[in-house]
């Protein structure tokens, strides 16, 4: 198989969805009470305009909708990149795969919660308040990703790397018994949701599990026939039925789940594979673009941004006028923690990639393999992606 040629569309979609988080925390934070009477009301049943416009808000900032659209196209990247591994046995394959997702996740978090650590101890050192307390505990705990202690978002990372046996057990059984096989495992992962003891309860693969296969399911080459069919009116249709789905009905339903998970795949599906030149010029503009690639450390260093906000009094009183001061919150949040994100996606998460292809120099040589953001088109003889491995995006 030739290697894949980058999909910056999928980039795009990263990025967004980084921002969608952000601005998710901070609308949040801005009145919590949100949460309960508005988020997981259904929106047929408010009355009150503002909470109308807050709920309407939070349809378009979601951060669990954001974080199954990164579950999704790490099943999606992490498939390709299995699909590119040489020849070798299960144990080989299984231990390449492993270390380098370690090396990809961790130094960025490890980074992140050390800052965390280091100001919290700043603010008690000069009698300062309203900035988290954290101790040693917490952080070696929080930074390993053995407990979210410190961190809360850190969990969807947590996810990640408990979802490796996953995706190499589905990628050994679709390679050996093909896609109906990959189909029968996505079924397995949906019943698990309500039965999440099938994958041991661990780090909220629950109701998580299907977005990772389900992104697997793209990665296969009927995948791309299917979806390059796709006209901008039924992908509108998509778009808004992934947004909306979930909020006419009781927010906690599983069938909503399912069916908005679905929707997901053929979201990130139809990014990666149709023909749709108005969603592409944006996806692929220089902005939205620097957002995809820094989107990791947006995701990360952006609450600890946030931890700083809110410790200043002022900015973390409730108010009843939440999207408004949220979204101001979350643009400043956002200008403060870009350069710093720049800075650790350069400095951080690339050497931490390049020290996962030193660890697993010793079974050879590797294919060239793509990015978070890749389709199966082909790249000229000898060209090569400038960004390597499995773990260039979570």
């Known amino acids: 198989m030739k290697p894949a040629a980058r999909n910056h569309q999928l980039d795009g979609l990263r990025g967004i969805a980084a921002i969608a988080v952000v601005y998710y925390h901070a609308i949040l934070h801005a009145d919590v009470r949100l949460l309960e009477h508005v988020l997981y009301a259904q929106i047929q049943d408010l009355t009150n305009a503002r909470d109308i416009v807050a709920k309407l808000a939070m349809m378009i900032f979601n951060g669990d909708e954001a974080v199954m659209i990164f579950f999704v196209l790490s099943g999606l990247v992490l498939h390709q990149s299995l699909q590119r591994e040489p020849a070798g046995s299960l144990l080989s394959i299984t231990t390449r795969f492993t270390l380098q997702r370690l090396c990809r996740i961790l130094p960025a978090v490890i980074v992140c919660m050390l800052a965390i650590y280091v100001v919290s101890k700043a603010y008690l050192l000069v009698g300062l308040s309203g900035f988290p307390k954290v101790t040693v505990d917490q952080l070696w705990r929080n930074a390993l990703l053995v407990q979210i202690t410190m961190h809360g978002p850190s969990g969807s990372v947590q996810t990640e790397l408990a979802a490796i046996p996953i995706l190499l057990a589905c990628f050994f059984i679709s390679r050996r018994f093909g896609f109906l096989a990959l189909v029968l495992c996505f079924l397995f992962a949906i019943i698990q949701i309500q039965y999440p ?142 350069p710093f994100a720049y800075a650790s996606e350069r400095w951080i998460e690339r050497p931490g990639i390049a020290l996962g292809r030193i660890l697993t120099s010793w079974n050879g040589p590797r294919p060239v393999q793509i990015s978070a953001a890749t389709t199966h088109s082909d790249i000229s003889p000898g060209q090569t992606s400038k960004l390597a491995p499995d773990g260039q995006e979570l």
Do not use: D
């Not at 796709?230 to 339903?253: D, E, K, T, W």
């Not at 996806?283 to 989107?295: A, P, Y």
């Not at 995701?299 to 809110?310: D, S």
């Open 197 to 338: 003891i099938l994958l041991f309860r661990y780090a909220n693969l629950g109701p998580n599990g299907c977005a990772f296969v389900g992104g697997m399911l793209l990665a296969l080459p009927e995948a791309r026939s299917w979806f390059a069919r796709i006209g901008p009116g039924l992908a509108a249709a998509n778009l808004c039925f992934f947004m909306i789905c979930r909020h006419v009905v009781p927010y906690q339903s599983i069938t909503a789940l399912v069916a908005q998970t679905i929707s997901c795949v053929i979201l990130v599906g139809t990014t990666a594979y149709a023909t749709l030149p108005l969603l592409t010029a944006l996806l692929q503009s220089k902005g939205v673009q620097f957002l995809g690639r820094t989107s990791y450390s947006i995701y990360l260093l952006n609450v600890f941004t946030l931890f700083c906000l809110w410790s200043i009094p002022e900015l973390s009183t409730p108010t009843r006028y939440a999207v408004e001061i949220g979204m101001i919150i979350g643009s400043v949040s956002l200008l403060i923690t870009l």
